[in-house]
């Protein structure tokens, strides 16, 4: 399961580059160029984790930190040309995880991205409980009434991408921005028969769920239980 990286700068010519330097190892990306696109597309990202300039167009990063840290508690990492002490010692004093000086090279924003995600989510398991069904997310299957259940790639993304923003509403946009790529215009009907089968894999009454929720003419919800 790849990581999500969330990219805050506000030089697209930078924000290519590490997009690009991500993608070829593997993460999936998301990208803002200011606080306020950052606080719209953050929620429905659910990035992992999320790299962050300290001087954007609008706010700084400093501010846009604690923000962001309400909406969803993932590591952090200042990207910014600042290199005072001060500076690097006031995004590590609010809890950022790393803080890195551009200029950098790609192999150094890999290995303290890499050090980052393993020290935050290492104890994270594979497995995950919803209800009585368990996901394998290693194995792209489901487990209920003690059979296993194979999703299909489209079945396995838009359960990742309800998952890692459980309790939250995920738009219909958002949802089908996820399974597929260009122009999203026409696809709504597609992503509620996938909505559909899903709901027969993982509901035990798929015709009255109880944890994929529609909420009407927004998107769906993927409910939280206590403890998860």
């Given at each position: 399961m790849a990581y999500r990286i969330f990219i805050v700068d506000d030089e697209p010519a930078l924000q290519k580059m590490v997009k690009d330097i991500l993608t070829q190892e593997?993460?999936?990306?998301?990208?803002?160029?200011?606080?306020?696109?950052a606080l719209e597309r953050f929620r429905c990202a659910a990035p992992d984790a999320v790299l962050l300039d300290v001087m954007l167009p609008?706010?700084?990063?400093?501010?846009?930190f604690g923000k962001l840290r309400d909406i969803r508690d993932v590591p952090v990492l200042f990207l910014s040309a600042r290199d005072e002490d001060e500076a690097r010692l006031q995004g590590?004093?609010?809890?950022?995880?790393?803080?890195?000086t551009k200029p950098f090279l790609p192999q150094e924003l890999l290995l303290r991205i890499k050090a980052v995600l393993r020290r935050v989510y290492r104890t994270v398991s594979t497995v995950s409980q919803l209800g009585k069904t368990?996901?394998?997310?290693?194995?792209?299957?489901?487990?209920?009434?003690?059979?296993?259940?194979?999703?299909?790639?489209?079945?396995?993304?838009?359960l990742k991408k309800l998952w890692e923003a459980r309790g939250n509403i995920v738009t219909i946009d958002a949802l089908c921005a996820a399974l597929w790529d260009g122009p999203?215009?026409?696809?709504?009907?597609?992503?509620?028969?996938?909505?559909?089968?899903?709901?027969?894999?993982?509901e035990a009454d798929?015709?009255?769920?109880?944890?994929l929720l529609t909420v009407r003419g927004l998107g769906y919800r993927l409910k939280r239980e206590e403890g998860q």
């Open positions: 593997g993460y999936e990306t998301d990208a803002a160029l200011s606080c306020a696109q609008d706010g700084d990063g400093f501010s846009l590590l004093g609010l809890g950022a995880d790393d803080y890195i368990k996901i394998d997310w290693g194995k792209s299957s489901i487990f209920r009434d003690g059979a296993e259940i194979a999703l299909t790639a489209k079945e396995f993304t838009l999203l215009v026409g696809y709504e009907n597609t992503l509620m028969v996938h909505i559909r089968r899903l709901r027969e894999k993982i798929p015709s009255h769920p109880r944890f």
